[in-house]
């Protein structure tokens, strides 16, 4: 067995080098703690920076993209006041059109009422003159008319009082009863019947049978 003052020695070694041990393992661990204190602010400082840059990129892009959209906003507007201006003389031509297309169907119908109007005036040869109405080549004359007289058949050429009744011929020669045959001459005395014959023996009745030529 060791002495006591060894032991004193030896266990005051011990603890010396046991606070030694605790000393250094407290070191490390504050010098861990540290650098990883260290670390985790280097890397939400690299977070920060990378979310700023990006959140940078980010505003540049929809700015970007905004000043497109309006630049094309620009442009749009552009060429609809572009086309409202050509669409606006389109309409005034068109009015302009339609303008010029009434006045000259007016125009258009009061030269064809002047025309009307003075149609009669104008073209006289329309007019039935008094020559074109007469016509005195197609009106027979006399000398057209009497070759016809003479040409027509014998019987029709003869006067009507041949074809009158024998009451009023009585006094004038007739040329139709010298050639008639003799019972057409006859008075129709003879041939009517006896009663009739008593009762006026006295007047002579005289009928001629008429036949037409």
């Not at 661990?29 to 690299?46: G, N, P, S």
């Not at 197609?138 to 040409?151: A, H, M, T």
Request: proline fraction near 10%; hydrophobic fraction near 25%; glycine fraction near 0%.
């Amino acid at each position: 067995m060791l002495p006591l003052h060894q032991l004193d020695q030896s266990s005051q070694q011990f603890q010396q080098i046991q606070q030694q041990l605790d000393q250094q393992v407290q070191q490390q661990l504050q010098q861990q703690f540290q650098w990883q204190q260290e670390q985790h602010q280097r890397d939400l400082q690299d977070l920060r920076t990378c979310y700023l840059w990006q959140q940078q990129q980010l505003q540049q892009q929809l700015q970007q993209q905004i000043q497109q959209q309006q630049q094309q906003i620009q442009d749009l507007q552009r060429k609809l006041a572009i086309e409202e201006d050509d669409f606006q003389q389109l309409e005034d031509l068109v009015k302009e059109a339609f303008e010029e297309c009434d006045d000259l169907r007016r125009q258009l119908a009061c030269q064809q009422i002047r025309q009307q109007i003075r149609q009669p005036i104008q073209q006289p040869d329309r007019i039935q003159q008094p020559d074109r109405i007469q016509q005195p080549d197609r009106i027979q004359q006399p000398d057209q008319i009497r070759p016809l007289q003479s040409s027509l058949p014998d019987p029709l050429q003869r006067p009507l009082q041949s074809s009158l009744p024998d009451p009023l011929q009585s006094s004038l020669p007739d040329p139709l009863q010298s050639s008639l045959p003799d019972p057409l001459q006859r008075p129709l005395q003879s041939s009517l019947p006896d009663p009739l014959q008593r009762w006026w023996p006295d007047q002579a009745i005289n009928y001629q049978i008429y036949q037409p030529n």
